[in-house]
């Protein structure tokens, strides 16, 4: 069995792929008629069976996963996968012998849009030093490179790798720089335009010193906010207990002497005339206190005079008694009551 020289093929995942061959096998297809499409499996002392050609016909036990070109006997992955990375053979039969020819198959990702970060900056002496970083979220094996399209400033941006440090001076109003994120099957370019010397760069400059410091402090002052009202909570609540319990209590007697001003009129009584009787008396105590006549006095209160007219006080020595007085002009009497306090 001859053994043909090997190729490398790169295939982008997700999308098709195809396999050719080159004229010379193409001529000894037609020739001898006979061909077919192999494939190395995990199991290296196995190999599958894609598809066979013969006088014209051909079958293939890949449908709806490859598709066979006649015209140049190319085979077709339709949508590439990563298992798709295997050894490919085209072999021709030639009476006693097959030429063989070998297809090696490289899937990759392609590269998604790359991002420029600012992971520094200083301003010192005149000039302005930054640190950028070009990365790409999705890509195999990608590689990153730095240029610019403004050939005056090529030389300050050429630069191989993802990290870029650049100095120059504060003069300079316009710096643009690109960033190319590469792999073998894809490329993709993001600009960066240095217009002065601080984070306030560009659309895609990230990592803020005011975000960082958002993040970490916001969350802080969340918690300590939230601490704050379960502590006050906590310490609340005693407190609402015994001013509840303080509520409950009976209230405390008040012992007070409290001195009621009452102005009394004395009427000399007709002789002949007898004085009519008065259906009920109503005490000093009584007024002051808003307590029924006959109702009984509570236990520690002062006693209520008996039921019936409040005898006339006794005039002070030297002094006239009240119904000896010829005098109708009012008179006012003090007496002294304990009142309960609610």
């Known amino acids: 069995m001859g053994r043909g020289a090997r190729e490398t093929v790169l295939g982008t995942l997700g999308k098709a792929t195809i396999l050719r061959i080159p004229p010379e096998l193409q001529d000894l297809t037609l020739r001898f008629g006979a061909a077919v499409w192999k494939r190395d499996t995990e199991d290296p002392q196995r190999k599958l069976v894609l598809l066979k050609y013969s006088d014209g016909n051909y079958t293939n036990y890949m449908q709806g996963r490859t598709r066979f070109h006649k015209l140049d006997f190319s085979l077709e992955i339709l949508n590439t996968k990563r ?36 992971l520094s900056w200083v ?48 003069q300079n109003t316009s710096i643009p720089c690109t960033c190319t994120a590469s792999n073998p099957v894809s490329s993709r370019v993001v600009a960066f335009n240095f217009s002065e010397c601080s984070y306030e760069q560009g659309g895609n400059a990230e990592l803020r010193t005011e975000h960082l410091v958002l993040m970490v402090a916001v969350p802080i002052a969340a918690v300590m906010v ?34 009621i001003y009452s102005q009394v009129q004395r009427v000399e009584k007709q002789k002949g005339v007898p004085a009519a ?64 306090m609610a």
């Open 123 to 170: 301003l010192a002496n005149g000039s302005c030093t930054v640190t950028l970083n070009c990365t790409a979220e999705q890509g195999d094996k990608v590689s990153y490179s730095w240029g610019s399209w403004d050939t005056s400033t090529l030389g300050l941006c050429s630069r191989n790798g993802s990290l870029l440090h650049l100095s120059y001076p504060l």
């Open 83 to 118: 298992q798709d990375r295997q050894l490919y053979e085209y072999i021709v039969s030639k009476g006693p012998e097959e030429k063989v020819w070998q297809i090696q198959l490289e899937v990759y990702e392609p590269v998604s849009d790359p991002s420029i970060q600012i």
């Open 277 to 340: 009787e008065h259906p009920s008396c109503t005490t000093i105590y009584a007024a002051a206190t808003g307590l029924p006549p006959d109702t009984a006095p509570a236990p520690g209160r002062v006693p209520r005079p008996p039921h019936g007219c409040l005898a006339e006080p006794s005039a002070p020595q030297g002094y006239p008694s009240l119904s000896q007085s010829p005098d109708k002009e009012p008179m006012t009497v003090y007496a002294s009551v304990m009142m309960p």
């Open 226 to 259: 939230l601490t704050g009202v379960f502590v006050a909570a906590y310490l609340a609540t005693p407190i609402a207990s015994q001013e509840q319990e303080q509520e409950h209590l009976p209230l405390a007697e008040d012992n007070a002497v409290h001195t």
